[in-house]
Nanobody, 115 residues
Framework: QVQLVESGGGLVQAGGSLRLSCAASPSIFSLSTMGWYRQAPGKQRELVATITSSGSTNYADSVKGRFTISRDNAKNTVSLQMNSLKPEDTAVYYC?????????WGKGTLVTVSS
Protein backbone atom coordinates (compact mmCIF):
# COMPACT_ATOMS: atom_id res chain seq x y z
CA GLN A 1 0.00 0.00 0.00
CA VAL A 2 1.37 3.36 -1.04
CA GLN A 3 1.55 5.93 1.73
CA LEU A 4 2.67 9.51 2.01
CA VAL A 5 2.68 10.92 5.53
CA GLU A 6 3.37 14.60 6.13
CA SER A 7 4.54 16.17 9.37
CA GLY A 8 5.86 19.47 10.64
CA GLY A 9 3.00 21.88 10.11
CA GLY A 10 1.90 24.36 12.74
CA LEU A 11 1.48 27.98 13.70
CA VAL A 12 4.33 30.43 13.18
CA GLN A 13 4.70 34.18 13.15
CA ALA A 14 5.49 36.04 9.96
CA GLY A 15 9.21 35.95 9.29
CA GLY A 16 9.60 32.62 11.03
CA SER A 17 10.55 29.19 9.72
CA LEU A 18 9.05 25.73 9.55
CA ARG A 19 10.27 22.45 8.14
CA LEU A 20 7.84 19.99 6.61
CA SER A 21 8.69 16.35 6.09
CA CYS A 22 7.03 13.59 4.12
CA ALA A 23 7.72 9.89 4.55
CA ALA A 24 6.96 7.84 1.46
CA SER A 25 6.53 4.18 0.80
CA PRO A 26 9.78 2.72 -0.52
CA SER A 27 7.93 1.15 -3.44
CA ILE A 28 7.36 4.52 -5.07
CA PHE A 29 9.94 6.88 -3.67
CA SER A 30 13.08 6.06 -5.64
CA LEU A 31 11.57 6.56 -9.10
CA SER A 32 9.23 9.39 -8.27
CA THR A 33 9.36 13.10 -8.68
CA MET A 34 8.39 14.29 -5.23
CA GLY A 35 6.62 17.54 -4.63
CA TRP A 36 4.91 19.87 -2.26
CA TYR A 37 1.67 21.58 -3.14
CA ARG A 38 -0.55 23.83 -1.08
CA GLN A 39 -4.16 24.86 -0.94
CA ALA A 40 -5.29 28.00 0.82
CA PRO A 41 -8.93 28.46 1.88
CA GLY A 42 -11.10 29.22 -1.12
CA LYS A 43 -8.26 28.70 -3.58
CA GLN A 44 -7.10 25.96 -5.89
CA ARG A 45 -4.24 23.67 -5.04
CA GLU A 46 -0.98 25.06 -6.37
CA LEU A 47 2.55 23.87 -6.90
CA VAL A 48 5.12 24.90 -4.29
CA ALA A 49 8.19 22.87 -5.27
CA THR A 50 9.23 19.61 -6.88
CA ILE A 51 12.39 17.52 -6.88
CA THR A 52 13.18 14.73 -9.33
CA SER A 53 14.77 11.42 -8.48
CA SER A 54 18.10 12.86 -9.65
CA GLY A 55 17.74 15.98 -7.52
CA SER A 56 16.62 18.64 -9.99
CA THR A 57 14.36 21.16 -8.34
CA ASN A 58 11.61 23.50 -9.42
CA TYR A 59 9.91 26.23 -7.38
CA ALA A 60 6.90 28.46 -7.65
CA ASP A 61 7.94 32.07 -8.14
CA SER A 62 6.21 33.02 -4.90
CA VAL A 63 8.55 30.87 -2.79
CA LYS A 64 11.85 31.14 -4.66
CA GLY A 65 14.63 32.18 -2.35
CA ARG A 66 12.59 31.37 0.75
CA PHE A 67 11.76 27.66 0.47
CA THR A 68 14.09 24.74 -0.16
CA ILE A 69 13.01 21.25 -1.15
CA SER A 70 15.27 18.27 -0.53
CA ARG A 71 15.07 14.51 -0.52
CA ASP A 72 16.83 11.74 1.36
CA ASN A 73 16.77 8.69 -0.85
CA ALA A 74 18.11 6.45 1.91
CA LYS A 75 15.24 7.37 4.23
CA ASN A 76 12.52 7.75 1.58
CA THR A 77 11.73 11.24 2.78
CA VAL A 78 11.26 14.63 1.17
CA SER A 79 11.44 17.86 3.11
CA LEU A 80 10.48 21.47 2.61
CA GLN A 81 12.41 24.08 4.56
CA MET A 82 10.33 27.25 4.70
CA ASN A 83 11.99 30.49 5.78
CA SER A 84 10.79 34.09 5.90
CA LEU A 85 7.22 32.89 6.06
CA LYS A 86 4.44 35.28 5.12
CA PRO A 87 0.74 35.25 6.04
CA GLU A 88 -0.04 34.41 2.41
CA ASP A 89 1.85 31.13 2.87
CA THR A 90 -0.98 29.95 5.12
CA ALA A 91 -2.42 26.78 3.58
CA VAL A 92 -2.69 23.04 3.84
CA TYR A 93 0.51 21.62 2.41
CA TYR A 94 0.36 18.31 0.56
CA CYS A 95 3.15 15.93 -0.31
CA UNK A 96 2.95 14.27 -3.70
CA UNK A 97 4.73 11.46 -5.49
CA UNK A 98 4.54 11.42 -9.25
CA UNK A 99 5.25 7.96 -10.58
CA UNK A 100 3.73 7.96 -14.07
CA UNK A 101 1.04 7.21 -14.86
CA UNK A 102 0.00 7.69 -11.24
CA UNK A 103 0.26 10.53 -8.74
CA UNK A 104 -0.09 9.89 -5.04
CA TRP A 105 -1.05 12.41 -2.37
CA GLY A 106 -0.68 12.69 1.35
CA LYS A 107 -3.47 13.91 3.59
CA GLY A 108 -1.87 17.29 4.15
CA THR A 109 -0.52 19.32 7.03
CA LEU A 110 -1.74 22.77 8.01
CA VAL A 111 0.65 25.71 8.07
CA THR A 112 -0.65 28.92 9.59
CA VAL A 113 1.40 32.11 9.47
CA SER A 114 0.22 34.91 11.71
CA SER A 115 0.91 38.56 10.99
Amino acid sequence: QVQLVESGGGLVQAGGSLRLSCAASPSIFSLSTMGWYRQAPGKQRELVATITSSGSTNYADSVKGRFTISRDNAKNTVSLQMNSLKPEDTAVYYCSANAPPLTYWGKGTLVTVSS
